[in-house]
């Protein structure tokens, strides 16, 4: 373990005889691939059967919990017990979402039944958080869905989910920055925009400038840099304040409650509760965060079921309890969609709770960003003692035991997109990245259980493909019908039965060829199942606009690997090889 910790003297920054900071042509693209134009041609014209081979390969899992993290030079220290994973949670999800969206889908769709609207958005959200849990145990590195993708489905499939987490990391950070500089601007009554600079040169979507945004955000990712410990208590201190504030918003609302707004309940229907709770399922983002502390937490085993399911349902409690008062308070069509808390509590007199929501909202924002900038950088780490990206951003600093560069890097990046999308562009790109990895990650869960290298016989391997085709291919039909006819029923008479009987097939006819050490999903294949088919269904709920960029951003993600990644991970892979037959 000494050559993982580098050696380090009198707080120098140096590993081994290196120093940590460098910048060599070796450090960012050190694979045979890369070293001559000639060798690189001759990369090229093996495309496709590297291709092929990336295809097929599964990351070896005693590998990926151990020997990858050896190319970060440096072990992260192991400092955050199951309290600190628990209100990292809570940082990293409760943002501003909770205030703006149950207004707007309480007014919109749902109605006074926006509280059951946020019971199945929580349901969706606590199916993922299963999935995660028994992955972060079983295979705890800081790669998070990336590196449970990479042994489970391959290295192939573990790309396109690097980069879609990648993508979502990035425009998490810059949609959640701008929105910060939004709060901030209302909290000095000022228009939201009152504080960006507008340049008319520029598309509309882009001519708000936000150097705010990106002070923020290197403010953030400097605090996360110094210490994972010192971040974990600042979050705490911030997010038990912004508890609070919430806990309080929700007494008051209660103290004006009336039950008679609460009638009609269902006043737009089933379809209107489910089209909001699409919409408020996103409330629940950044809990993958702390999947990616797995390799600092004292006790994984432990730890992270407490901090991940504890966290997740006490936020649904929260949740639900926030949007059931606020439409007793006000009636919902007389809420205001952009200032729900706000312009309900002006109207029965309560104007100071106004500034209270604004500081609540800043607040959470704040601890989202600090979260963010841990759990994305770890990310970005796993990915980098991959290939994927130069592995020069998969080094840990031996002193503060962080990975500086890979959060230099997101940080960056993610300052340049705030700097200049508004909100809008980013919401939309950012939902069906998470849905997508979401899903994948179910469908990894399913394949762990069901196949086992070398003993699966391949008959039982054909059935778990065509099963699971089944249930993806069922969950589309049923997406795709509820966004072409919401009133409709006939479509579903087809597609739900196919679903189930994908699902049953797979509980009768495969038997499990693997089970969890310490902590599983209950009732497999039918939660993983379900939460499959939930993710979609939400997926099908966006504007195609969002397809139409995320099918765009997957081009340029493929141009990418086939030019870079495919090269750059098939050396890393051979030369992995090369060195275990030297060893034998």
Not at 272 to 291: C, E, Q, S
Not at 371 to 383: E, K, N, S
Not at 403 to 408: D, E, S, W
Request: charged letters at 10%; aromatic letters at 12%.
């Amino acid at each position: 373990m000494d050559s993982m910790r580098g050696i380090h003297h009198d707080g120098d920054d140096v590993i081994g005889s290196r120093s940590y900071w460098r910048w060599t042509k070796a450090d960012f693209i050190p694979q045979e691939s890369f070293q001559s134009c000639t060798n690189y041609r001759n990369a090229l014209s093996q495309t496709w059967n590297r291709f092929k081979d990336r295809l097929l390969t599964r990351a070896d899992e005693l590998q990926e919990v151990s020997e990858i993290q050896k190319h970060s030079m440096n072990e992260m220290k192991k400092c955050l017990t199951w309290w600190d994973l628990t209100w990292l949670g809570f940082g990293s999800v409760i943002g501003a979402g909770i205030f703006v969206l149950t207004g707007q889908e309480a007014r919109q769709n749902a109605g006074p039944a926006i509280v059951l609207s946020y019971v199945v958005s929580g349901l969706c959200a606590m199916l993922a958080v299963f999935c995660y849990t028994e992955f972060a145990v079983e295979i705890p590195p800081a790669g998070g869905s990336f590196a449970y993708l990479r042994v489970e489905l391959g290295d192939f499939v573990a790309f396109i989910a690097a980069a879609n987490i990648l993508l979502e990391n990035l425009i998490r950070n810059a949609a959640v920055a701008r929105a910060w500089t939004s709060y901030f601007a209302t909290l000095l009554n000022q228009e939201p925009d009152s504080l960006r600079l507008h340049v008319h040169g520029l598309a509309n979507s882009f001519s708000f400038l936000d150097p705010i945004a990106v002070v923020v955000l290197w403010i953030a990712a400097t605090i996360a840099i110094l210490s994972t410990k010192k971040t974990s208590v600042i979050n705490w201190f911030l997010t038990v304040i912004n508890t609070l504030a919430i806990l309080l918003v929700i007494a008051a609302s209660f103290w004006h409650a009336k039950t008679s707004n609460l009638q009609p309940f269902f006043q737009c229907g089933v379809a209107g509760v489910l089209r909001a709770a699409a919409i408020t399922y996103f409330a629940y983002g950044g809990f993958d965060n702390i999947a990616t502390m797995a390799e600092e937490t004292q006790n994984p085993s432990r730890d992270l079921p407490l901090g991940l399911v504890g966290s997740v349902s006490a936020i649904t409690v929260i949740y639900c309890l926030m949007s059931l008062s606020l439409v007793m308070m006000q009636n919902y069509k007389e809420i205001d969609p952009n200032a729900a808390y706000s312009i309900a509590f002006d109207h029965v007199g309560m104007h100071w709770v106004k500034v209270l929501v604004a500081l609540g909202a800043l607040k959470g924002m704040t601890t989202v960003l600090l979260v963010g900038a841990l759990g994305q950088a770890r990310y970005t780490t796993h990915i980098a003692r991959a290939h994927l990206i130069p592995p020069l951003f998969a080094l840990v600093h031996p002193r503060t035991q962080t990975p500086i560069y890979a959060t230099l890097l997101v940080t960056f990046f993610s300052g340049i997109i705030a700097f200049f999308s508004s909100l809008d562009i980013l919401a939309n790109l950012l939902s069906i990245s998470v849905l997508f990895i979401f899903m994948m990650t179910a469908i990894a869960l399913l394949v762990r259980r069901y196949y086992l290298r070398g003993v699966t016989p391949k008959v039982s391997v054909a059935k778990l493909v065509f099963f699971l085709f089944l249930i993806t291919g069922s969950s589309i039909g049923t997406s795709a019908y509820w966004g072409l006819c919401p009133q409709g029923w006939i479509g579903y008479v087809i597609t739900v039965p196919l679903w189930f009987l994908g699902t049953l097939g797979i509980a009768v006819f495969l038997r499990q060829q693997k089970f969890p050490k310490v902590w599983g999903v209950p009732l497999v294949p039918w939660l993983p199942s379900l939460s499959i088919a939930m993710n979609i269904f939400l997926m099908g709920s966006l504007d195609y606009h969002s397809f139409i960029r995320f099918g765009v951003c997957t081009v340029i993600m493929l141009l990418y690997y086939l030019l870079f990644g495919l090269h750059a991970t098939y050396d890393a892979a051979h030369t992995c090889k090369e060195i275990d037959r030297n060893c034998i």
